[in-house]
Every structure is written in C-alpha cells, then in structure tokens.
Nanobody, 124 residues
Framework: QVQLVESGGGLVQPGGSLRLSCAASGSIFSLIAMGWYRQRPGMQRELVAAISSGGNPNYADSVKGRFTISRDNAKNTVYLKMNSLKPEDTAVYYC??????????????????WGQGTQVTVSS
C-alpha cells in the first residue's frame, strides 16, 4: 500500500506559477515511479508528467517547457512546478504511484495508488 497526500493547488492568474507537492508513505519511495495526472472538466484523466525511480522525467506535449517534475527521495516527496499557466491547465491534479519497479505511472495508464486530488484553477 502507498498513501499519497497532495498539496499546493489554488487559484492563479494566467501566466502565473504554482508548485504541487505529493508526500508518499507506505513503500520504499526511491524504488517507485511517480506521476502527476489531471482531470479537466468534461474530460478523461490524463498524464501530465511522470518521473522514474532513477529520476528520468517525461511530459505531456501540452506542458513541455512549462512544467517540471522532480523528486526528493530523502523527503519521500514528488513535486510539480507549473509555470506560464494557462486557463486550459485548470483541472484537478492527482498524484499517482504503483508498487516498486512498476512503470505504470509513467505510461499514461497509471498505477494503483492515487492521491485525493488538488484543484488548480487558472483564471483572471
């Protein structure tokens, strides 16, 4: 079992920045891939960014150059720094994980463990 707790969402103006955090517990954090997914209104959940246990990131095309995913294994935390935010980034953002050595959080399918979600609203 992996428990995930997100924080850092909120309301921001277009062009602004936010940093999301996801604290994980219940597994060996350094061995698990982590992902950030989002669900926009009326749309299916989609992969935004993911990072392997070795620290290799991948991004959706829509956020490349604007978002940065990182991890701190000492703090069991993964981050998503979001810059140049656009109204279309408005969504509930979810942290995702799976068992050690699984690549599912990287794939767009997602692993078995999800956080509760944090709302990001980009609006003037």
């Amino acid at each position: 079992q992996v428990q995930l707790v997100e924080s850092g969402g909120g309301l921001v103006q277009p062009g602004g920045s936010l940093r999301l955090s996801c604290a994980a517990s219940g597994s060996i954090f350094s061995l698990i891939a982590m992902g950030w997914y989002r669900q926009r209104p009326g749309m299916q959940r989609e992969l935004v960014a993911a990072i392997s246990s070795g620290g290799n990131p991948n991004y959706a095309d829509s956020v490349k150059g604007r978002f940065t995913i990182s991890r701190d294994n000492a703090k069991n935390t993964v981050y998503l720094k979001m810059n140049s935010l656009k109204p279309e980034d408005t969504a509930v953002y979810y942290c995702n994980a799976d068992r050690p050595f699984s690549s599912r959080p990287l794939s767009g399918v997602g692993g078995d463990y999800w956080g509760q979600g944090t709302q990001v609203t980009v609006s003037s």
